[in-house]
């Protein structure tokens, strides 16, 4: 399996961005994609992540912080999961990663980094005026 994430770049507070994250050597199946961030001298961090099972999603997560602003989907046909973010802010500002992992996580689990097998190269989003 192999995760090609883009849509990064720079963008005003207050403005959006779409990243993708295609998936690549599975279709179906069930599996759960998280959308993870990085900012400089910080921790990695849950954005979002989806639970889904064929072609149906079971359950979505997003994190606190992003609450209301984010939102992550998935486009059946594309194999592809988006991470839509609405009213950005300077602290959203870090490398965006997708990962996945086989099987089903349970919700409490979606958030944990560790659990992914496989990751995205990352892709850069900077807010800033």
């Known amino acids: 399996v192999q995760l090609q994430a883009s849509g990064g770049g720079w963008v005003q507070p207050g403005g959006s961005l779409r990243l993708s994250c295609t998936v690549s050597?599975?279709?179906?199946?069930?599996?759960?994609l998280g959308w993870f961030r990085q900012a400089p001298g910080k921790e990695r961090e849950f954005v979002a992540g989806?639970?889904?099972?064929?072609?149906?999603?079971?359950?979505?997560h997003h994190a606190d912080s992003v609450k209301g602003r984010f939102t992550i989907s998935r486009d059946n046909a594309k194999n592809t999961v988006y991470l839509q973010m609405n009213s950005l802010k300077p602290e959203d500002t870090a490398v965006y990663y997708c990962?996945?992992?086989?099987?089903?996580?349970?919700?409490?689990?979606?958030?944990?980094?560790?659990?992914?097998?496989?990751w995205g190269q990352g892709t850069l989003v900077t807010v800033s005026s």
């Open positions: 050597g599975r279709t179906g199946g069930t599996y759960n």
């Open positions: 990962a996945i992992r086989d099987g089903t996580l349970i919700a409490s689990a979606i958030s944990d980094w560790v659990q992914y097998e496989s």
């Open positions: 989806g639970r889904y099972v064929n072609f149906r999603t079971y359950s979505t």
